[in-house]
């Protein structure tokens, strides 16, 4: 079958361009990173940009520092909750009884009535 398309298995910006074609690149900068686990990261920054204080680790996620001695410390991950343990934080064993009371009561109010 003939009529095939002359730029089959290509995409845009594959191909030998240069710097002529994309232009200049702007000049870089590589800061260090360290991570609590010791993992060091070097993204690059262009040299106008602001560089960041903090960057997460690509090997494990935790936060870097710039500082290699004195790195972030791990963020403290809170354990799931449930929704009874919400209900506990917002009211006492006395205002539970007092619902739980009331529930029951209409219960066996609805119960009578059927």
């Known amino acids: 079958m003939g009529g095939g398309n002359a730029i089959r ?9 240069g710097e002529s074609e994309r232009g200049e690149s702007a000049p870089r900068q ?5 991570c609590a ?3 060091e990261s070097r993204p ?3 040299m106008e940009a602001e560089v960041p204080d903090s ?3 690509p090997r494990c996620g935790l936060p870097g520092g710039r500082n290699q001695e004195k790195p972030p410390s791990p963020p403290r991950n809170e ?3 449930t929704h009874l343990a919400y209900v506990k ?11 739980l009371a009331e529930a029951l009561a209409r219960l066996r109010a609805q119960r009578e009535d059927i």
């Open 9 to 17: 298995g290509t995409r845009v910006g594959a191909g030998p361009m």
């Open 30 to 34: 590589r800061v260090g990173y360290w």
């Open 37 to 39: 686990n010791g993992h």
């Open 44 to 46: 690059s920054f262009a």
């Open 55 to 57: 960057w997460d680790c």
């Open 79 to 81: 354990p799931y909750k």
């Open 89 to 99: 934080e917002r009211r006492s064993d006395a205002d539970g009884e007092a619902i």
